[in-house]
């Protein structure tokens, strides 16, 4: 099994940022991939960002130019560092990895509140 643990969200003001973190322990192989998803209250899941093993970073529109994912493969670690937020980013925040030669684990969660 594989634990998530996210940590750094928390209140900002608008045009502020946040830096999130998520550490995977527990019977790690081959991360292949690590995201960040984020749901809104009313509103589905969405992927905000991911990184592969190989370093392969894509984002969602809505982020691109504001958010930077990435990972420290020596501690299991993915990183999304938050600039330039917008109320709109205010969601709860998940982390989630894929491995080789498979498993899918998710996070907690983490509270975003982007407000003044």
């Known amino acids: 099994q594989v634990q998530l643990v996210e940590s750094g969200g928390g209140l900002v003001q608008p045009g502020g940022s946040l830096r999130l973190s998520c550490a995977a322990s527990?019977?790690?192989?081959?991360?292949?991939?690590m995201r960040w998803y984020r749901q809104a209250p009313g509103k589905q899941r969405e992927l905000v960002a991911g990184i592969t093993v190989g370093n392969r970073t894509t984002y969602a529109d809505s982020v691109k130019g504001r958010f930077t994912i990435s990972r420290d493969g020596a501690k299991n670690t993915v990183y999304l560092q938050m600039n330039s937020l917008k109320p709109e980013d205010t969601a709860v925040y998940y982390c989630y990895s894929a491995h080789i030669p498979g498993g899918a684990y998710w996070g907690q969660g983490t509270q975003v509140t982007v407000s003044s």
């Open positions: 527990g019977s790690i192989r081959t991360i292949y991939t």
